[in-house]
């Protein structure tokens, strides 16, 4: 019932690669979700002009705990592990309109083993440039949808993403990409779209549903220095004002996890819906970014033959993440998630609720951090400390790469 919503896959925004011989250290950029996001640092191998390999690697080791209870200070979970560890290759092949995109993930928590087994590749993709504006692209990468999830984990000012994010995201997806920027006058207008399986990262052939994604992005204060629309935080301390609103919408046809691109598997293919809209502004130091998500399907519940209930994550979500940064490269940081699951869903998903304060000191950017945070979570609009499901948590995070 979705194909009539295929939307015009195109977009462009021109992305730069730095030619450097032979074996050098490249200073380059990677944008959002396409190919070079913000890469600062990498080891870059070159041969001429017919051929451009950077290298990237990052990790993240973390010690984190979580209590029984907001009154009942016992620990429940500890959460210390390498949370990631990723390769990252990209560049081009016989010229710079021919580019080409691979990260792979090695730490356990970092493979989706949701899916029934390990999926290593998180990103692999070829881009074809038909001039500075437009251009696309093909194979698994991240769908054009919220800003949380497209900005890079690398360039979160907290150690993960929200919950929000986590119920209601679309992340990885294999099919054709496209992007086309417009500037107009000191302003600019981004448009992104995809036509992908649904299914997410390593889908298995035979599902005929498929999954149509757009998203537009407008700048009206113009471009941000170093794509800081898509990283966390102010770190170009902006001397003016800069803002970028968007919004995405995605219709998955026949979807077969619960989450379209993530989650267990339903026990049958449901149709579903996504709207995001979200924003970024910076200014001096100064952060504020926030996301909406209202994801539908119409029926929502999946049973087993023994009476087993998986579901669509239908529902609603909303994240507010504030910060300033300072000259001394410390930041501090605010953020307040809540996850409203959909009437249908009843009892088998509660309304949570999460404000989060953490700190951050750059040593180099995103690519050298230290972080820290502690919050407060809550189910059922009960912020009482002796209501059920409430629950204190803290984490330390080390971001280290190149």
């Not at 907290?158 to 919950?163: A, G, H, L, N, Y």
């Not at 994604?213 to 204060?221: F, I, S």
């Not at 979200?278 to 926030?290: C, E, R, S, T, Y």
């Amino acid at each position: 019932m979705y194909r009539n919503h295929l939307f015009r896959v195109v977009g462009s925004l021109l992305l730069s690669i730095i030619l450097l011989p032979s074996i050098s250290w490249a200073q380059h950029q990677e944008v959002d979700e396409r190919a070079l996001i913000e890469v600062k640092d990498g080891i870059s191998i070159s041969k001429d002009s017919l051929f451009m390999l950077h290298l990237r690697f990052r990790m993240q080791s973390r010690m984190g705990f979580t209590t029984h209870g907001g009154d009942d200070l016992d620990i429940d979970q500890v959460d210390a592990r390498v949370r990631r560890l990723r390769l990252r290759l990209d560049g081009f092949v016989l010229n710079q309109n021919f580019r080409y995109y691979l990260q792979l993930s090695f730490a356990r928590s970092d493979i989706d083993l949701e899916s029934g087994a390990p999926q290593t590749v998180r990103d692999a993709m070829v881009y074809y440039h038909l001039n500075k504006r437009f251009y696309l692209g093909f194979g698994q990468s991240k769908l054009p949808g919220n800003r949380e999830r497209v900005i890079s984990s690398g360039n979160l000012q907290f150690p993960d993403r929200s919950i929000a994010n986590a119920a209601y995201t679309l992340d990885r997806d294999f099919g054709l990409f496209a992007y086309w920027t417009l500037p107009a006058g000191g302003q600019e207008l981004q448009v992104k779209g995809a036509f992908t399986t649904g299914d997410g990262r390593g889908g298995s052939p035979g599902d005929a549903g498929m999954c149509y994604t757009g998203r537009v992005e407008w700048l009206p204060l113009g471009k941000f220095t170093n794509s800081g629309d898509y990283s966390e935080g102010d770190l170009e301390f902006e001397p003016r004002p800069k803002l970028s609103l968007a919004v995405t919408y995605s219709a998955n046809e026949d979807a077969v996890r619960t989450g379209g691109q993530l989650g267990p598997e339903l026990y049958a293919s449901r149709d579903m819906t996504t709207f995001i809209a979200d924003m970024m502004f910076k200014h001096k130091g100064w952060g504020l970014m926030a996301e909406y998500f209202d994801r539908q399907s119409d029926d929502p519940l999946t049973f087993s033959q023994d009476g087993a209930v998986r579901f669509v994550q239908a529902g609603t979500g909303l994240n507010v993440q504030a910060s300033r940064l300072f000259r001394s490269n410390y930041e501090l940081a605010t953020r307040y998630t809540q996850v409203v699951p959909a009437a249908s869903l009843g009892t088998l998903a509660r309304t949570t609720q999460e404000l989060l304060l953490g700190s951050t000191k750059y040593l180099n950017g995103h690519r050298i951090k230290l972080q820290v945070y502690a919050g407060y979570r809550w189910q059922q609009r009960q912020m009482a400390l002796d209501a059920p499901g409430s629950s204190w948590t803290a984490m330390f995070q080390v971001e280290f790469g190149i």
